[in-house]
């Protein structure tokens, strides 16, 4: 038993490793802070692995704990707006296939779902940034994906009014 959960454990790492940081990192805006938070993360999935729980929806299990840990380093941090950390040094893109003119479309459309609710925040940084599809985010939320679908609709829409109002 304990091989398969190593086995298993090094196949979620090696699968959902990048999109945990990129989560983390767009959560929390720091590099390094979002690779501890990753590592967090990951130390925290093995414990509940260790205890022979049988873990259904690993992926959901994952973007859970990266976001409960997110959640707490803001509470010990106190909250901080994200057009502040925009204006700390924050950098949405790595530079890859970007340009200039992408990358402040980007932090401006950012900076405006800071607008918007931590859950709608989510779903447009799960779909539009983390690529993942509806199904992927509905399996993340234990929702139907419909509903998930509609949520982006809607959460697309009030970043859409967001844009208009500046």
Known sequence: ???DNHQQ???LYDAHA???FRHCYFKVSDRELALDMAQQTFMQLWVYMKGDKPIEKP???LYRIAGN???DWYRKKKSESLENLM????EP???????????AEIENILGKASGLSKDDQNLIIWR???DLSPKEIAEILDERENTVSVRIHRAIEQLKDLMKTT
């Not at 893109?93 to 990358?103: A, V």
């Open 1 to 3: 038993m304990k091989h």
């Open 9 to 11: 454990f090094l196949e």
């Open 18 to 20: 990048d999109a945990i």
């Open 59 to 61: 992926k959901s299990l």
């Open 69 to 71: 840990l997110a959640i």
């Open 87 to 90: 204006d700390s040094g924050y």
């Open 93 to 103: 893109s790595d530079g890859k296939n970007g340009t200039i003119e992408m990358n």
């Open 128 to 130: 539009f940034v983390e």
